[in-house]
């Protein structure tokens, strides 16, 4: 059964599913960060995954790049796997922009993040939701 890592569930908002990740937002309203987590129980690694769910994230982690770019109007788009921290595979989508507060350094440690408002959060569901009707879940 999939659990969400506690870290996770503590600093992101949940959008919605795709058809193998959930969708989260970081609580950030610093840059717009999304994160997608495989829905598989103790998986850690890239390699873990049977292939079949290694192309699906994929697939996924650049749909939803290229969403997030032209909806946030990024200049470069940053795509990650880490874990270093949080065990649990995930992967980080932030949209980053030339003159952002972090710019052109990470995002990590850089600034205290800058929780979202709830009409903040409606209004980046609203947008996602327009774009990705077909693929998503909701998560409200």
Not at 39 to 50: P, T, Y
Not at 89 to 106: F, M, T, Y
Request: charged share 25%; hydrophobic share 45%; net charge negative.
């Amino acid at each position: 059964m999939f659990v969400l890592d506690a870290r996770l569930a503590q600093d992101t908002l949940t959008i919605g599913d795709f058809p193998l990740c959930r969708l989260l937002l970081m609580n950030d309203a610093n840059y717009p960060w999304f994160i997608l987590v495989p829905r598989r129980e103790e998986v850690s690694e890239l390699f873990q995954l049977d292939v079949g769910d290694q192309q699906l994230l994929w697939r996924e982690a650049t749909a939803l790049a290229e969403i997030v770019k032209d909806t946030f109007g990024a200049d470069k788009m940053n795509v990650a796997t880490l874990g270093n921290v949080v065990s649990q595979l995930h992967v980080h989508v932030i949209a980053r922009r030339k003159g952002d507060a972090s710019w052109p350094s990470p995002v990590w440690g850089r600034l205290p993040a800058k929780p979202y408002s709830d009409e903040q959060v409606a209004e980046i569901r609203h947008k996602l939701k327009l774009v990705l009707a077909d693929q998503l879940r909701s998560g409200e």
